[in-house]
């Protein structure tokens, strides 16, 4: 058998990732959703979040004069101009400010139950928990901007964050859907949450919502968060039998239509888990350790292979470099892949940026460790002190696309070839 060179694997990666993050495009997801919802009703359109415009305009191209009005909220700068009939907000992102508020008063204005024979549109991508935002009576944005700090200052995570979200807001957890009722909503997601809950995703404001007291309470004695207990006593669950979702996009369509485009490039395909998360370090171990039982006896991953992976992993910081989880996972695979011949290794954010930089990843193999050597750097040095970026940038390794619209988690990806 001829090996397949690494300017091949290469430029294979590249054909791989770029289909993978166009499958996963607003534009590509709504209309795929559409076909599959087939509306039938007049519409009242509401995006919220930073896929938002994207979102809608797709929406507006293929169901054009069926949508009577609507709303798009979507985070300061991500609008690109006007949309039909379609009202355009920008507002805060990741912190709630008076725009959100304002936003979101039109958006139930727009959807109030008197509105009867119409049918709501709900486009929902990531972001949207801060952008869209209805304050129960009593709540002020003074306190919400208070507990939402005291949140993230205190290590919660984005589930226990938007748990105590919901408790304070009219529109979260259901509660939007409540709001619409009886009218019909046709829901389409990008999920940026592993897992796909939709309670978590932009905090479910079309989405049934248990509300248990007592997990309520847990979180908020965890955090000292001081949180009146006649106010978690009040939560009631919400359903949302008025509902109907699809999720257009998430890190599981990612990686299968990345397996399809290598499979199509001759590449025997192996998605081998699309939720990872915790330290790059440790991910990049797993990842190498899988790379060695390509081809071997027994194992379960013939060459030449692609070994796919899509998540949200973390990096510990220690140094004070500039990059990303991405960046950081690509130059720790070219310490490990360092004198591998015929290895290609991609980690790429879904929404093209990493980190506090403009690149969206990295891409390396076994010469990249070396060739940052070559040119004057240390290498072990720079991922030491989490500066990825200067790394990959020496290496001729970075991946960079632009912002995308999107937002569906990370793609990995391992090409060996025969």
Same mark, same amino acid.
């Given at each position: 058998?001829?090996?397949?060179?690494?300017?091949?694997?290469?430029?294979?990666?590249?054909?791989?990732?770029?289909?993978?993050?166009?499958?996963?495009?607003?534009?590509?997801?709504?209309?795929?959703?559409?076909?599959?919802?087939?509306?039938?009703?007049?519409?009242?359109?509401?995006?919220?979040?930073?896929?938002?415009?994207?979102?809608?305009?797709?929406?507006?191209?293929?169901?054009?004069?069926?949508?009577?009005?609507?709303?798009?909220?979507?985070?300061?700068?991500?609008?690109?101009?006007?949309?039909?009939?379609?009202?355009?907000?920008?507002?805060?992102?990741?912190?709630?400010?008076?725009?959100?508020?304002?936003?979101?008063?039109?958006?139930?204005?727009?959807?109030?139950?008197?509105?009867?024979?119409?049918?709501?549109?709900?486009?929902?991508?990531?972001?949207?928990?801060?952008?869209?935002?209805?304050?129960?009576?009593?709540?002020?944005?003074?306190?919400?901007?208070?507990?939402?700090?005291?949140?993230?200052?205190?290590?919660?995570?984005? @589930?226990?964050?938007?748990?105590?979200?919901?408790?304070?807001?009219?529109?979260?957890?259901?509660?939007?859907?409540?709001? /619409?009722?009886?009218?019909?909503?046709?829901?389409?997601?990008?999920?940026?949450?592993?897992?796909?809950?939709?309670?978590?995703?932009?905090?479910?404001?079309?989405?049934?919502?248990?509300?248990?007291?007592?997990? =309520?309470?847990?979180?908020?004695?965890?955090?000292?968060?001081?949180?009146?207990?006649?106010? =978690?006593? %009040? @939560?009631?669950?919400?359903?949302?039998?008025?509902?109907? &979702?699809?999720?257009?996009?998430?890190?599981?369509?990612? /990686?299968? &239509?990345?397996?399809?485009?290598?499979?199509?490039? %001759?590449?025997?395909?192996?998605?081998?888990?699309?939720?990872?998360?915790?330290?790059?370090?440790?991910?990049?171990?797993?990842?190498?350790?899988?790379?060695?039982?390509?081809?071997?006896?027994?194992?379960?991953?013939?060459?030449? /292979?692609?070994?796919?992976?899509? %998540?949200?992993? &973390?990096?510990?910081?220690?140094?004070?470099?500039?990059?990303?989880?991405?960046?950081?996972?690509?130059? =720790?695979?070219?310490?490990?892949?360092?004198?591998?011949?015929?290895?290609?290794?991609?980690?790429?954010?879904?929404?093209?940026?990493?980190?506090?930089?403009?690149?969206?990843?990295?891409?390396?193999?076994?010469?990249?460790?070396?060739?940052?050597?070559?040119?004057?750097?240390?290498?072990?040095?720079?991922?030491?002190?989490?500066?990825?970026?200067?790394?990959?940038?020496?290496?001729?390794?970075?991946?960079?696309?632009?912002?995308?619209?999107?937002?569906?988690?990370?793609?990995?990806?391992?090409?060996?070839?025969?």
């Amino acid at each position: 058998m001829v090996n397949i060179t690494n300017s091949t694997l290469r430029k294979d990666a590249e054909k791989i990732y770029t289909a993978a993050l166009r499958e996963a495009m607003p534009e590509e997801a709504v209309r795929r959703a559409l076909r599959e919802m087939r509306p039938v009703e007049e519409l009242v359109l509401v995006a919220i979040g930073k896929a938002a415009w994207r979102m809608a305009k797709a929406a507006c191209d293929e169901l054009g004069e069926r949508i009577a009005c609507g709303a798009v909220i979507t985070k300061y700068g991500h609008s690109e101009g006007p949309i039909a009939n379609l009202s355009i907000y920008e507002a805060g992102h990741p912190i709630l400010d008076e725009k959100g508020l304002e936003a979101a008063k039109a958006a139930l204005e727009l959807t109030k139950r008197e509105s009867e024979g119409r049918a709501v549109l709900f486009l929902v991508s990531g972001g949207g928990s801060a952008l869209f935002e209805s304050l129960l009576p009593g709540v002020t944005l003074e306190y919400m901007r208070g507990l939402n700090g005291r949140l993230l200052a205190c290590g919660a995570d984005i @589930q226990e964050i938007n748990t105590i979200r919901k408790l304070f807001s009219a529109v979260k957890g259901g509660r939007f859907a409540r709001h /619409c009722a009886p009218s019909k909503i046709y829901q389409i997601v990008l999920s940026d949450v592993l897992g796909d809950d939709l309670g978590s995703i932009a905090s479910g404001p079309a989405a049934p919502n248990p509300a248990r007291a007592e997990d =309520i309470r847990h979180i908020n004695d965890k955090y000292s968060l001081g949180i009146d207990d006649k106010v =978690i006593e %009040g @939560q009631k669950p919400v359903e949302t039998p008025n509902v109907t &979702t699809v999720m257009a996009a998430n890190v599981r369509i990612l /990686c299968e &239509t990345a397996a399809r485009r290598a499979e199509e490039l %001759g590449y025997n395909a192996y998605i081998i888990d699309d939720a990872v998360d915790g330290d790059v370090e440790e991910l990049a171990e797993r990842i190498y350790g899988a790379s060695k039982l390509a081809g071997a006896q027994d194992s379960p991953y013939r060459r030449p /292979c692609a070994l796919i992976f899509g %998540g949200e992993p &973390t990096v510990r910081l220690k140094g004070k470099g500039l990059g990303g989880r991405n960046q950081e996972l690509a130059l =720790i695979m070219a310490k490990y892949l360092a004198g591998v011949e015929g290895m290609v290794f991609v980690s790429c954010g879904s929404d093209g940026t990493d980190g506090p930089t403009e690149a969206a990843g990295g891409m390396t193999d076994g010469s990249t460790w070396d060739l940052i050597s070559k040119r004057g750097a240390d290498p072990a040095a720079l991922l030491a002190d989490n500066d990825s970026n200067r790394a990959l940038e020496i290496g001729d390794s970075l991946i960079v696309t632009g912002p995308t619209g999107t937002n569906v988690n990370d793609l990995m990806l391992l090409l060996v070839d025969r």
